[in-house]
């Protein structure tokens, strides 16, 4: 619903136009900040389209009562574009193919929805995980989406006829992250059991298991050179691997909390890294040091993704919604409430978050109706109010409010 489609008649003026301001995610009719910089929703996974245009958006309210939310907007300005409607449950992946043309996304509903980024209508729904999609990357050509999910599976698809090409099974535990590499023959799947798996993405054949990580893994990147992989996850560190001999490159450390997500630059130069310590890091490569953590952020962390020609970076968390960068400066383009940088800053308090995923690094068959609620790696430094929802994670099903 937005603030055309409230109705109200002439009784109970008042309480229908509450509802009408609490149904209504962002005021259109305010010229002060740009629609992108009032949405106040959850915002779990960030994507740019390939020519820099558009930023898609998924997340939602609740994992399993209300619809989920994708939206596009505007990269240049923050303006919506549109709002594309399908998912009945919180949406955890977002993504564009190479062309730009097809948007897919996918999330608890455990359905995988493309979409006609120009229209936006769903011209598929695929189906067959057995549990809730966390992720989705296009292979570099177009020609394979990968799903993965916590059934402890990755799908190929075919786009096109919507059929599977290929399941592949080997991890131990739920599969968070799924990344290919930059000449499409190879994909990275990141997983609760605390390895990083290399697969053939021809013919699904599993090359690699690259261990290390103290605990489960959730988030992998490539660098755009292809000879670099970047992994992360709740024991706080990125690894960096050398694709080719799969030995380690060193590890970037300094996160107080799990990592649930990492970018590289489109240049190999920066690494974003954020989670559940309510910080963005970015990494210089070259040096492997920490440049700078990004202020102003009050919740986890669940997305962050450079724009096409590096200059921005977007970002999506639990509270604080979207926040889109200016990466030289390091001030926000659009934000919920604009901040000065700082570099870096003091250490935030951690958000609430399991101290170990050995209760839950087995793939579940069926999401649980209520989820459970997660357990805190270190005590967090303020008390939530119950009224307000708490942080949702991949790794358990947290309960709803």
Same mark, same amino acid.
Request: glycine letters at 8%.
């Given at each position: 619903?937005?603030?055309?489609?409230?109705?109200?008649?002439?009784?109970?003026?008042?309480?229908?136009?509450?509802?009408?301001?609490?149904?209504?995610?962002?005021?259109?009719?305010?010229?002060?900040?740009?629609?992108? *910089?009032?949405?106040?929703?959850?915002?779990?996974?960030?994507?740019?389209?390939?020519?820099?245009?558009?930023?898609?958006?998924?997340?939602?309210?609740?994992?399993?009562?209300?619809?989920?939310?994708?939206?596009?907007?505007?990269?240049?300005?923050?303006? /919506?574009?549109? @709002?594309?409607?399908?998912?009945?449950? !919180?949406?955890?992946?977002?993504?564009?193919?190479?062309?730009?043309? =097809?948007?897919?996304?996918?999330?608890?509903?455990?359905?995988?929805?493309?979409?006609?980024?120009?229209?936006?209508?769903?011209?598929?729904?695929?189906?067959?995980? *057995?549990?809730?999609?966390?992720?989705? !990357?296009?292979? &570099?050509?177009?020609?394979?989406?990968?799903?993965?999910?916590?059934?402890?599976?990755?799908?190929?698809?075919?786009?096109?006829?919507?059929?599977?090409?290929?399941?592949?099974?080997?991890?131990?535990? /739920?599969?968070?992250?799924?990344?290919? %590499?930059?000449?499409?023959? @190879?994909?990275?799947?990141?997983? %609760?059991?605390? =390895?990083?798996?290399?697969?053939?993405?021809?013919?699904?054949?599993?090359? *690699?298991?690259?261990?290390?990580?103290?605990?489960?893994?959730?988030?992998? =990147?490539?660098?755009?050179? +292809?000879? =670099?992989?970047?992994?992360?996850?709740?024991?706080?560190?990125?690894?960096?691997?050398?694709?080719?001999?799969?030995?380690?490159? +060193?590890? /970037?450390?300094?996160?107080?909390?799990?990592?649930?997500?990492?970018?590289?630059?489109?240049?190999?130069?920066?690494?974003?890294? +954020?989670?559940?310590?309510?910080?963005?890091?970015?990494?210089?490569?070259?040096?492997?040091?920490?440049?700078?953590?990004?202020?102003?952020?009050?919740?986890?962390?669940?997305?962050? !993704?450079?724009?096409?020609?590096?200059?921005?970076?977007?970002?999506?968390? @639990?509270?604080?919604?979207?926040?889109?960068?200016?990466?030289?400066?390091?001030?926000?383009?659009? %934000?919920? @409430?604009?901040?000065?940088?700082?570099?870096? &800053? !003091?250490?935030?308090?951690?958000?609430?978050?399991?101290?170990?995923?050995?209760?839950?690094?087995?793939? *579940?068959? $069926?999401?649980?109706?209520?989820?459970?609620?997660?357990?805190?790696? $270190?005590?967090?430094?303020?008390?939530?109010?119950?009224?307000? &929802?708490?942080?949702?994670?991949?790794?358990?099903?947290?309960?709803?409010?």
């Amino acid at each position: 619903m937005n603030s055309m489609q409230c109705v109200v008649g002439r009784r109970g003026l008042f309480v229908a136009a509450i509802v009408c301001v609490l149904a209504t995610n962002f005021s259109i009719a305010d010229d002060d900040l740009a629609a992108i *910089a009032k949405h106040n929703r959850w915002v779990t996974s960030v994507a740019f389209s390939p020519d820099g245009a558009v930023l898609a958006t998924a997340g939602g309210s609740s994992l399993l009562y209300r619809a989920g939310d994708v939206y596009l907007w505007d990269a240049a300005t923050g303006a /919506l574009k549109s @709002q594309l409607v399908g998912h009945e449950a !919180a949406v955890w992946a977002v993504v564009f193919s190479p062309d730009g043309k =097809t948007l897919a996304t996918a999330g608890y509903d455990k359905l995988i929805k493309l979409w006609d980024v120009a229209s936006g209508e769903n011209r598929a729904t695929l189906e067959g995980h *057995a549990n809730w999609v966390i992720s989705l !990357a296009f292979s &570099p050509d177009g020609g394979i989406l990968a799903s993965a999910s916590e059934d402890g599976t990755v799908r190929l698809w075919d786009p096109v006829s919507g059929e599977v090409k290929q399941t592949l099974k080997g991890h131990e535990g /739920l599969v968070r992250d799924v990344a290919f %590499s930059p000449d499409g023959g @190879q994909l990275a799947t990141a997983s %609760s059991d605390k =390895t990083v798996r290399l697969w053939n993405a021809g013919d699904g054949a599993e090359v *690699a298991k690259l261990e290390g990580h103290t605990e489960g893994v959730w988030t992998v =990147t490539y660098s755009p050179d +292809g000879t =670099t992989l970047f992994s992360a996850g709740a024991d706080r560190v990125v690894r960096m691997w050398d694709v080719a001999t799969k030995e380690s490159r +060193g590890e /970037l450390a300094g996160h107080s909390n799990w990592i649930t997500t990492a970018d590289v630059s489109p240049d190999g130069k920066l690494l974003a890294t +954020g989670g559940y310590d309510r910080s963005v890091k970015l990494w210089d490569l070259a040096s492997k040091t920490e440049v700078a953590t990004l202020p102003g952020y009050k919740s986890t962390i669940w997305a962050v !993704a450079f724009s096409p020609d590096g200059k921005s970076l977007a970002t999506g968390s @639990q509270k604080d919604s979207i926040r889109v960068w200016d990466v030289e400066t390091r001030t926000t383009r659009f %934000s919920p @409430q604009p901040e000065a940088p700082v570099s870096p &800053p !003091a250490e935030a308090p951690a958000e609430a978050a399991p101290k170990s995923e050995a209760d839950s690094d087995k793939p *579940a068959a $069926e999401p649980a109706e209520k989820p459970k609620e997660e357990k805190p790696a $270190e005590e967090p430094k303020e008390k939530k109010p119950v009224e307000k &929802p708490k942080e949702k994670t991949p790794a358990e099903k947290p309960k709803e409010k």
